[in-house]
């Protein structure tokens, strides 16, 4: 939003942001393109991680949890190994946040707004992944732009955003 107007763009595409590039060699996003910020900061991004970091033969409390099947290695799984204290589990969801606080600093320093709302799946895991989030946020943003901690918020609607959202441009 802009100026209190929703911002569609030019063939409606506009505030794709789960789709800017963090690495054009990187991990194959759901739209087809490659290193995505959805392939990273997202659940399946994380999940795509500990399977990966898991058939390298990293030790993790996951693949007791999973019961070693990769399919079952899921977000909350991934919680729940980071409740505890796993070292994967904790690398894994930090590295949502390492991402999506880089990715939301290079928005900033176009657009400079004034609130950022975070909602969706991987909301459950903030406590993990805010600390990063805000810190790698701090390290990219144009010193003279910085509102601190103040400017991230969170969404009110979590999983639902998209359904409501969708429903209010045709009320
Ligand atoms: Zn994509």
């Not at 963090?22 to 795509?48: F, H, I, Q, R």
């Not at 903030?126 to 701090?138: A, C, G, I």
């Amino acid at each position: 939003m802009l100026n209190g107007q929703l911002v569609n763009g030019s063939t409606n595409s506009a505030g794709e942001i789960g789709h800017i590039c963090m690495d054009p060699e990187g991990p194959v996003c759901g739209c087809g393109k490659k290193g995505c910020l959805e392939a990273y900061a997202s659940g399946t991004g994380m999940e795509n991680f500990v399977r990966a970091e898991l058939k390298t033969g990293r030790k993790s409390l996951i693949k007791e949890l999973a019961e070693s099947r990769f399919e079952n290695v899921r977000g909350p799984l991934i919680g729940k190994a980071a409740e505890q204290g796993d070292e994967l589990a904790l690398a894994a969801i930090a590295r949502v946040g390492e991402y999506l606080g880089l990715a939301l600093a290079n928005i900033h320093t176009l657009i400079n707004p004034e609130m950022i709302l975070l909602g969706g799946g991987m909301m459950a895991l903030k406590q993990y992944f805010m600390p990063t989030l805000l810190e790698t946020m701090k390290k990219h943003i144009l010193p003279v732009a910085d509102q601190g901690r103040a400017l991230v918020r969170e969404a009110r609607f979590e999983n639902d955003a998209v359904l409501l959202g969708g429903a209010a441009i045709f009320a």
